[in-house]
């Protein structure tokens, strides 16, 4: 057996009618860290809490170890959670919280000193030990929270948004640390976010969440590269990937012919699975704003600028074109000639385009991700 496998075989959860959890199934290995993401009433604090044992499961099996956990209370399943709050105890040192739950397992003094010593030295708290949580900064209090995790010596750590309370600059840095902390313990490691940028940084594997379903599972590269799906799509990326509607004129060597209303034809470097399924129907191009160019790009749309917003490494702009959704572009300069008001010219290339058909499925994009330079891609 090893340590630290984690296994959902077709978990379902339900409030009466209502199924929140559809079906998940995932494999954990030993080691990973994985990150679910999703929007709002997506059910991914739900799925963690089913992991957790802080919510019943209505059907399917969780595993940890290779033992069906169901059943068993979350103090018997091998896991550790660290919750959005700190929820720490304020009348007790940083020593007594870390100690906390050994102590109620009634270990002995002599190795309740030994543990929380070697988690605050992790955390780099051993200069606080002695202080209360009052005394710390909200970072510090995190970090008493996820010591107190430590000295269990979990199968698995679960994280729910232990960061959103945090203001922007501690989360940068407490994304580094996690992320430290992750390689130094060798921990699997389950981390609920809202927050892409978190999602995308620290995941080794990144799990979509839609309606209580996955929609897709992969490293962050991959979902970002090749979507499955226009939810993915359109939910991996920030700014968000812009979606243009355009009508299939066939397959060719080359890839999928496509026209763009009031622009031309373009063939994009995409596989259809069903060649009959292309030809004069109604599909989705996909082109992310920092794939967008001011001076380059076969493709080309006529827009106006509407906010403009100039961030030092480079420009941000919300355009209309005429008759169809918004259009955010991401130039690389930070002083880019586009005025709010004014009408510009948005290049592209197709060999950066996605391709949705009518279902909101992706057609597979002609592209190597590792030969892009990209490690860890598999």
């Not at 199934?25 to 994985?34: A, N, P, R, T």
């Not at 969780?62 to 399943?77: A, F, G, M, S, W």
């Amino acid at each position: 057996m090893t340590v630290g496998q984690l296994k959902l075989d077709n978990v379902k959860k339900s409030y009466g009618d209502v199924e929140v959890i559809q079906g998940v199934s995932l494999d954990v290995k030993h080691g990973e860290f994985i990150v679910f993401v999703g929007p709002s009433g997506c059910g991914k604090s739900t799925l963690l809490r089913m992991i957790a044992g802080l919510e019943e499961i209505t059907a399917g099996d969780v595993e940890i170890d290779d033992k069906v956990v169901n059943t068993l209370p979350p103090v018997k399943r091998g896991i550790a959670m660290v919750f959005q709050s700190y929820a720490l105890y304020p009348h007790m040192s940083v020593y007594e919280n870390i100690a906390f739950p050994l102590r109620v397992e009634k270990r002995s003094n002599e190795e309740v000193d030994e543990k929380v010593r070697k988690a605050a030295e992790i955390l780099h708290l051993t200069p606080r030990l002695q202080h209360r949580p009052g005394e710390l900064s909200g970072g510090q209090r995190q970090r008493v929270a996820i010591g107190r995790a430590i000295v269990r010596e979990p199968s698995v750590f679960l994280f729910d948004e232990p960061l959103s309370n945090l203001d922007a600059a501690l989360r940068a840095t407490m994304r580094v640390e996690l992320t430290k902390l992750h390689h130094d313990l060798d921990a699997t490691m389950i981390y609920v976010t809202h927050d892409q940028v978190e999602a995308m940084t620290m995941a080794d594997r990144i799990v979509v969440l839609d309606a209580g379903n996955i929609a897709q599972v992969g490293s962050p590269l991959e979902l970002y590269h090749k979507p499955d799906n226009l939810f993915v799509a359109g939910f991996i990326g920030n700014p968000k990937m812009n979606f243009l509607e355009v009508i299939g004129k066939g397959v060719e060597k080359d890839g999928v012919r496509v026209e763009v209303p009031g622009v031309g034809e373009f063939v994009l470097p995409v596989t259809a699975v069903d060649p009959n399924s292309v030809k004069d129907r109604a599909l989705t191009l996909g082109i992310r704003p920092e794939h967008t160019h001011l001076s380059e790009g076969e493709i080309g749309l006529d827009l106006q600028a509407n906010v403009v917003e100039r961030l030092g490494i480079h420009t941000v702009g919300y355009a209309n074109r005429e008759g169809q959704d918004e259009v955010i572009c991401t130039v690389q300069s930070g002083s880019a000639p586009i005025k709010a008001g004014e009408k510009f010219k948005l290049r592209f290339n197709a060999k950066d385009c996605h391709l949705f058909d009518a279902d909101g499925k992706a057609f597979t994009r002609n592209l190597d991700l590792k030969g892009l330079g990209l490690p860890d891609l598999d």
